[in-house]
């Protein structure tokens, strides 16, 4: 089988032509995951915070313990009811640079509510 003299270089071509798609994707799909991650960790910090707090646990201690678990950068809010506890937590996710760079931010939200022990 003889390879024609003007398909030469034609896979090398289109090879060229699909990387950077595949690299972009692949940093789209790396940013997609990141988002998820970032996601999970405020709905932690808020359970863990208000577990803290309705288990008699000072409100710094709380927020010091939610802040561990958080995204940086997070927005701990607490608010104490009668027998229970609310926690909000955001986080704002900054898109990744260089070429996503246009990706807008994510605000990432939870929010946690734990009854307060007896006694407390």
Same mark, same amino acid.
């Given at each position: 089988?003889?390879?024609?003299?003007?398909?030469?270089?034609? /896979?090398?071509? =289109? *090879? @060229?032509? $699909?990387?950077?798609?595949?690299?972009?994707?692949? %940093? &789209?799909?790396?940013?997609?995951?990141?988002?998820?991650?970032?996601?999970?960790?405020?709905?932690? /910090?808020?359970? =863990? *915070? @208000?577990? $803290?707090?309705?288990?008699?646990?000072?409100?710094? %201690? &709380?927020?010091?313990?939610?802040?561990?678990?958080?995204?940086?950068?997070?927005?701990?809010?607490?608010?104490?009811?009668?027998?229970?506890?609310?926690?909000?937590?955001?986080?704002?996710?900054?898109?990744?640079?260089?070429?996503?760079?246009?990706?807008?931010?994510?605000?990432?939200?939870?929010?946690?509510?734990?009854?307060?022990?007896?006694?407390?």
């Amino acid at each position: 089988m003889s390879v024609r003299s003007d398909e030469r270089g034609a /896979a090398t071509a =289109e *090879t @060229a032509m $699909a990387l950077p798609v595949l690299v972009l994707l692949g %940093l &789209a799909l790396a940013w997609l995951v990141g988002l998820g991650v970032a996601q999970v960790r405020v709905v932690d /910090a808020a359970r =863990e *915070t @208000a577990r $803290a707090v309705a288990r008699g646990e000072t409100e710094e %201690l &709380a927020v010091g313990l939610g802040q561990q678990v958080a995204p940086a950068g997070a927005d701990i809010r607490l608010s104490a009811g009668q027998g229970s506890v609310r926690v909000v937590v955001t986080a704002q996710v900054r898109g990744p640079g260089g070429l996503l760079g246009f990706l807008p931010g994510f605000d990432a939200r939870a929010e946690a509510v734990a009854a307060m022990e007896p006694g407390r």
